[in-house]
């Protein structure tokens, strides 16, 4: 009897989480995509400014942020940001908790643990956010602190193999983006049923465009961890901006770059009509 109650337990928290933030989960997801759909769209203009050998900041969530608080009214521009970004903290923890209505499979348990990751990373972009509305910088650029840890890794007995390990989890989520382009599986979530059919061809080609992009730069960041594992050289790895960085440098890279921050941008754009179109059922289940 006691066993059986240990297992219907989680059941039941899993079933109060979902009651107690049924009625707020979907609004606060919907301002949680469109803060990250404004943070990939900054990226993309750093990107563009790189690839054009004007970029000052780095191309990445962090330098998007703070590109943010240098602009006009940049405090005020932070702070809906900061908020922004710490709603989707809080939605993707809550869509963690809350579990999936069909119960527990190991797709599902994956699942949740990829939301608990991506809450994770975005109370990280909280952090930064804040922090430079307190007038406190970040104590390094995303490269320099993602470079840091694998050369710390890299010492460890079997570090090789766990930063070519992560590499290939890293590409293995690139490829997951970009075979939407393919299966459009990201139209499943969308209610389109009240929009203009130009509406709805442009969502569905921003969000191939932005997916495909965003799988090529998962991609990269991916293949530069599994070569750092294999020179040992922690600065063959890095961030996001290392990795656009480095596009940027090779044959034909400024044209290159400024396809993939295009993309970027078709992925903000994206973000910000799927806040508007996601259906109610698809935030608060994602």
């Not at 059986?4 to 059941?11: C, L, T």
């Not at 961890?225 to 294999?230: G, N, W």
């Not at 440098?249 to 996601?278: E, H, K, N, S, W």
Request: net charge positive; charged share 15%.
């Amino acid at each position: 009897m006691a066993t059986r109650s240990r297992a219907r337990s989680p059941g039941r928290a899993e079933a109060a989480v979902r009651q107690h933030t049924a009625s707020w989960v979907a609004p606060v997801g919907k301002v949680g995509l469109a803060a990250q759909g404004v943070l990939y769209g900054v990226v993309a203009i750093l990107a563009l400014q790189v690839a054009s050998g004007h970029g000052q900041e780095q191309p990445d969530q962090t330098g998007a942020i703070e590109a943010v608080a240098g602009q006009p009214f940049g405090r005020f521009l932070l702070f809906v940001l900061a908020v922004g970004l710490a709603l989707h903290c809080v939605w993707r923890l809550v869509l963690a908790a809350r579990g999936d209505v069909v119960g527990d499979d190991a797709a599902t348990i994956a699942k949740r643990i990829g939301q608990l990751g991506r809450s994770v990373l975005y109370g990280g972009f909280t952090v930064v956010a804040t922090r430079l509305l307190l007038n406190t910088r970040s104590s390094g650029g995303g490269s320099q602190e993602s470079q840091k840890a694998t050369a710390t890794v890299l010492g460890w007995p079997t570090g090789p193999f766990l930063v070519a390990a992560t590499g290939v989890v890293v590409a293995g989520v690139g490829v997951w983006h970009a075979r939407k382009v393919f299966t459009r599986s990201f139209e499943d979530d969308l209610d389109l049923s009240d929009a203009s059919e130009m509406t709805r061809t442009a969502v569905l080609a921003a969000g191939s465009a932005g997916y495909l992009a965003r799988g090529v730069a998962f991609g990269l960041v991916g293949w530069f961890l599994v070569q750092a594992s294999v020179t040992h050289d922690p600065n063959d790895a890095g961030g996001l901006d290392s990795a656009l960085k480095r596009v940027a440098d090779a044959d034909y890279g400024p044209d290159l770059l400024r396809l993939l921050a295009l993309g970027l941008l078709m992925f903000g754009v994206y973000r910000i009509l799927d806040a508007r179109y996601r259906s109610r059922e698809a935030i608060a289940n994602a």
